[in-house]
């Protein structure tokens, strides 16, 4: 038995509360169950009940047992002294307020209708193996899952923008300078996302702004800092780079020796760090005031056109600094601007017009749902249990509800659970 399911069934009125009494023996009649607290003190604001003859007007406490009252300490914490009554699934001690006055307890085990009991139990049946809902997930309405998704998603967004407002704060509210951490760690994936997220704090960003109309120096920078120009080699290119490296290490007093080091093992060449960065640095060259162009677009389109870019030359026939390949021009794909858009442009966007108090929500779904659905693990089984993840916004509505519902046993406070009981 879960403490939230006795929160359930009071707020929408799971209960036969027409013959429900204390475990005194006294009447108690519903007028209002109250507002649902999800913070610290009572479960249940501004209650309204009659019980026996008396009308109470106050606040509601609910557990499993009514000694987890003196397990919580509530006898000592003022925020408890105006609780009316304490329900409980089991009633094994009387409780008492501060000042030592009885509060009313009710017992609700003996009030749940059997249905919603062989609901509950079968929604959290410890056999299942992935979800809980698992066997019944494909049965939720479609109106339900839809809205559902939708909300998860921008609870999903909500998190990203908090997130995003801490680093802006420790890029002193500069959002280009945040827009190029962020930006670098995307182009690093999963496998260089730490190492190049280490190589974009070991410099300022103004260092960025003050090279960006030379394409080299924009290169041997990303490329020394990352500790790929200590290698023997003897390319012109390569050494053009350390000799430009050398130079801006000098002039703006650069160091490495935090910067993590750089993975090329299991990774498909396209993906090779090296690869990465010249396209970065070629965005960079290509788009002055990025962040503008950024919040001023608002059709995948123009993000695309922003983001499609290739290497520099030498890349088009080499994959690292000593072994020549086959000769290919390497942009950025669409797939990897999809990626660039779900996880950091469309969360900038949002987190700047919350900041000056606009709403793009309609902007942002229109977007994400011409975006094609992420493949992962997590969106791969939902579809297996149920056709519903269509488009981006789908995808990262289900990693939100596998990560922060499904995971943590929130059932209760997921729509497809609540919809499960009923």
């Known amino acids: 038995m879960q403490e939230d399911f006795l929160h359930y069934l009071w707020k929408h009125k799971k209960i036969i509360a027409n ?119 494909a049965s939720t309405p479609e109106f339900i899952m839809s ?86 080699c003897q390319e012109a290119y390569f050494l053009e780079l350390a000799k430009e490296y050398q130079f801006l290490k000098q002039k703006f007093t650069l160091t490495n020796t935090n910067v993590t080091s750089l993975q090329f093992f299991r990774l498909r060449p396209p993906n090779f760090p090296t690869i990465r960065m010249s396209q970065l ?45 086959k000769a290919s021009k390497k942009k950025v794909t669409k797939a990897f601007v999809d990626l660039l858009l779900i996880n950091t442009i469309i969360p900038i966007k949002f987190s700047y017009a919350k900041q000056l108090g606009k709403t793009i929500d309609e902007e942002i779904i229109g977007m994400l749902q011409q975006i094609t659905s992420e493949k992962n693990s997590i969106v791969d089984k939902f579809n297996g249990l149920k056709k519903v993840s269509h488009s981006a916004l789908e995808s990262q509505a289900l990693l939100q509800l596998k990560n922060e519902y499904c995971d943590k046993n929130k059932c209760l406070k997921c729509a497809v659970g609540n919809s499960l009981l009923k």
């Open 19 to 137: 013959s429900l009494k204390t475990t005194k023996g006294e009447l108690v009649s519903i007028i209002n169950v109250g507002e649902h607290n999800h913070n610290t003190g009572p479960d249940f604001f501004n209650a309204q009940l009659k019980i026996g003859e008396q009308l109470w007007a106050g606040n509601l406490e609910i557990h499993i047992k009514s000694s987890d009252w003196y397990l919580h300490n509530h006898e000592t914490d003022v925020n408890y002294d105006n609780v009316i009554l304490h329900v409980v699934w089991e009633h094994d001690t009387e409780i008492f307020r501060k000042d030592n006055t009885k509060i009313p307890t009710l017992e609700l085990k003996h009030y749940v209708p059997q249905d919603a009991l062989n609901g509950y139990q079968k929604l959290f049946n410890n056999n299942r193996k992935w979800i809980n809902c698992e066997n019944d997930f």
């Open 147 to 232: 809205n559902w998704l939708e909300r998860l998603y921008f609870e999903r967004l909500e998190r990203k923008a908090n997130d995003i407002t801490a680093l802006l704060h420790e890029n002193t509210n500069n959002w280009e300078s945040m827009l190029f951490k962020m930006l670098f760690k995307n182009f690093g994936l999963k496998v260089n996302g730490d190492a190049f997220a280490s190589i974009a704090n070991s410099f300022d960003f103004s260092i960025i702004r003050k090279q960006q109309s030379n394409l080299l120096s924009l290169e041997a920078l990303l490329f020394g800092q990352a500790g790929l120009l200590e290698d023997d």
């Open 281 to 325: 640095a070629n965005m960079y060259y290509l788009h002055q005031n990025l962040f503008s162009k950024i919040i001023a677009a608002n059709t995948l389109n123009e993000f695309y056109t922003f983001f499609t870019v290739e290497t520099s030359t030498f890349w088009e026939t080499h994959y690292t600094f000593n072994k020549a390949s």
